[in-house]
């Protein structure tokens, strides 16, 4: 099975610009979460989406939004793009749901904001 | 604090020797989860034990859980040079209501050859 795929795998931006990330899960996994990662905060939970609802929101603005798709693929989109933005960003998908089951990342999309 | 604190921050130790890290958490849960990151990939799933469970295995790797600690260490044998990496305890924490995968800050692990 092919794993967890995220494009683009590198991306610069400039503040106030919007952003739109992919990520494509595992084939037959219904549930994709996306999590932030930098130095300062660490790994933090944006969203979890499964079968095309959002199920949980981490507490980010609402700058960060997201949508599945039937086919399970995910975007999450961020927009009037900030300098703290800059970070690592992470799709896991999973057959379940994120907190009973095991994850399966990406390997992620850094975005640099300038 | 973070729900789900690693400890040590950094941990360098030679090949061959045994690491082991801790990871505290303070809500209930129903599992912790332990994942590795090479430098600046993505996670890698290691080990999910579930809150009735008091230890499991999975070939060099040994996780416990001590509920009323709320406690877990991760811990790996005869280290390689390949273990080098990131690793981070994740738990269900409940937040606003909702549960939802919470990471803790993380250990560096560098296994010198």
Redesign the interface.
């Known amino acids: 099975k092919a794993g ?1 795929t995220q494009t683009p795998r590198y991306l610069i931006k400039t503040r106030g610009q919007q952003v739109t990330l992919s990520c494509s899960p595992i084939s037959g996994h219904r549930s994709v ?1 996306w ?1 932030q990662q930098t130095p300062g905060q ?4 944006l969203f ?1 989406y499964f079968s095309e609802t959002q199920r ?1 929101k ?2 980010f603005p609402g700058r960060f939004s997201g949508r599945q798709f039937s086919n399970s693929r995910s975007e999450m989109n961020v927009s009037t793009l900030e300098l703290g933005d800059s970070a ?1 960003y ?1 799709c ?1 998908s999973s057959l379940g749901g ?11 999309t ?1 975005l640099t904001v300038l | 604090s973070q729900q789900g604190e690693e400890d040590p921050q950094a941990l360098s130790i030679q090949e061959g020797e045994n690491a082991t890290m801790n990871c505290s958490y303070k809500t209930s849960i129903n599992n912790l989860q332990w994942y590795r990151q090479n430098s600046g990939r993505g996670l890698v799933h290691l080990i999910l034990i579930r809150s009735n469970e008091r230890e499991k295995h999975s070939g060099r790797l040994r996780v416990t859980l001590d509920t009323s600690k709320k406690s877990s260490s991760l811990l790996i044998t005869a280290s390689r040079a390949a273990d080098t990496a990131s690793y981070f305890c994740a738990t269900d924490a409940e937040d606003t209501g909702r549960r939802a995968l919470t990471f803790g800050s993380g250990t560096r692990l560098q296994v010198q050859p």
């Not at chain 1, 660490?42 to 939970?45: A, E, N, R, S, T």
């Not at chain 1, 994120?98 to 992620?108: K, L, M, R």
Request: proline share 4%; hydrophobic share 35%.
């Open positions: 967890v979460s999590y660490g790994l933090q939970f979890e949980n981490g507490n690592l992470l896991a994120t907190i009973y089951n095991e994850q399966f990342f990406g390997p992620g850094r």
